[in-house]
């Protein structure tokens, strides 16, 4: 859905709204994606991303990114900088993920303590950005809303029990999509809300035997 | 947003509001934001664009691979000397954001980054002549929008996916009708500025020198700009295009679908290819953007 700002903006650090703060939008979801701001960093641009990249800041953007600096922040510019301030350990690859690949395709692995997250996503116009996969696991996630994903061992009951406890914590959702690899094998619940998902919800959610893991992503600007 | 300019003008003159309020009153109840809210938004919005014109006519901000910078203060300094006035200044001011834009600078993307220059210029511009105040030029960005959003919803506003004409040309139609807006025009007015504005930017192909928002982005907002105030130029003054605006913007994105990849921002064709551009990128960018404030 397109909204009057995404018309009238962003409003972003050049020059690019694909490669620079779409560039940084993307890193912003990998970092909510983790949960926390990345110790170490591994970064596979594919493409685009690969070929001009330089000239559009968009390493720069992505550092910026995982270190939480929006789109608008001045700061990007010396983004190398003011990550290794904030204790980030990065490096870039530049790879050929085949003719199928999103032009803008980047593949992050983020590692901060015990946790390790791998997330592939593209950045596809505008300062829009899309993440496709999470440790192997196909999702749709733009980062527009307070997310939850979650992956069930589908059995009956689970889709309710998780909305019941989102309502129990007044979430109020925008969508949800379910994805099941096979009957009676593992369903992947991708739940957009209107409000920031609490984490007692989360924890109550966790306490269900049949969860397998759960990931809160929230927005991104 | 709105899937046609008809229906946003029918919707206004059937509720009998002004086209900016039906803009407005949409995003509102899309958004749950208050109509305050969202006009405060955009008065931000604004002062940013024009903090961006600010710096860019200083002629101090150079992008990191030096292909622009400094452009804007040039025309500025020695213009005019053909044009009037209000077009040499809307000219310098839509170079003068995309110099921001290409040093990294801090920019509004409307519709998109490379295509930044062209609504600032104008807004600013017709602001000044018109003498409209700020919330008048609130009201004329809502217009803009609305038209943008049109756009995005007929046909494109990516360079990638339908040429220069989807960025600059959307931009140049959005600034049409702003500054119809602003001057007063009808409804029908605005219709026909955003049709005889888009049917000048068809088929234009986007080939950026090096892949970088730069050369020929910067002279393509100027153009762009304007074509957009000559079309409002020509709508105030009751010139109309047998071909309304919705199926400009078609033709637009019919124009889009069918251009070769190498005309859609892939640097592999158009001026990018040229045997100039080519010794221009052998040029590696300095690492560094130069002079830019902040």
Redesign the interface.
Known sequence: ??????????????????H??GACRLALLARAILGQTPERARIVLHG?FA??G????TERAIVGGLIGLQP?D?R??HAFAEGEAAGLEWEFERTDLGEEAH?NTTIFELTAGDETVTVRGASV???RVEVSDVDGFAVALGGDYNTLVLMAHDEPGTIAAVTRTLSDHDVNLATMRVDRTGRHKDALMTIEADQAIPEEAIEAIKSFPWLRWIRRVDRVS | MHRSIQALITEAEESGRRLPDVVLAFECAESGADPEEVRARIRKTLAVMEEAIEEGLKGEVFSPSGLTGGRARRLWENGPRILGERVTATLARAIATLEVNAAMGLIVAAPTAGAAGVLPSILVNAGEFLDADEEARVDAMLVAGGVGGVIAHRASLSGAEGGCQAETGTAAAMGAAAVTWLAGGSNEQISNSVALCLQGMLGLICDPIGGLVEIPCIYRNASAAMQAIAAAEMALAGLDFPVPADEVIDVMGEVGRKMPAAYRETAMGGLAATPAARRLVQIRPTGEPRGISG
Do not use: K, N, Q, Y
């Open positions: 859905m397109v909204s009057l700002f995404d018309i009238l903006g962003p409003t972003m650090v050049g020059p690019s709204s694909s620079t703060a685009s070929a001009t330089e000239g559009h800041g608008d001045l990007l510019r032009p116009g505008g300062g």
